[in-house]
């Protein structure tokens, strides 16, 4: 295991934006979003999906060194859980660097359309 800590930004989109993320990432309603994450490297994943491949791992493999596979698996099961976690995506996790480097061009991004500009970030 690495001694190195990674870490995940979580990004909570909504509705129509949530099902083209899951099911379209490569969308014209992302495409800011998609050029950001691509130029660092980094993923757009639903946690669900993650949760859901997470437990089918551990039935494939055998579930014992899996400590989250019974909660994973209620989560996931349960219908109200389940639409939570459907709602948000996003990747594993990263250096923390490069936590800091794609909040930073999201910010930028964020601000440059709230001032009407589309530069790139």
């Not at 639903?46 to 791992?57: G, P, S, T």
């Not at 014992?64 to 459907?86: C, V």
Request: aromatic share 12%; hydrophobic share 35%.
């Amino acid at each position: 295991m690495s001694a190195q800590w990674k870490y995940q930004i979580r990004i909570y989109l909504d509705g129509h934006l949530a099902e083209a993320a899951r099911f379209d990432p490569g969308s014209q309603k992302l495409k800011g979003l998609s050029s950001v994450l691509a130029k660092h490297r980094a993923k757009l994943r639903c946690q669900f999906d993650l949760f859901a491949e997470y437990v089918a791992e551990a039935e494939r493999v055998g579930t014992e060194d899996y400590h989250l596979y019974e909660w994973t698996r209620a989560t996931i099961e349960d219908p109200i859980k389940r639409a939570k976690y459907i709602e948000g995506d996003d990747r594993r996790s990263y250096k923390k660097s490069k936590i800091y480097r794609i909040i930073f061009a999201l910010r930028r991004r964020s601000r440059s359309l709230r001032e009407g500009n589309c530069r790139r970030a």
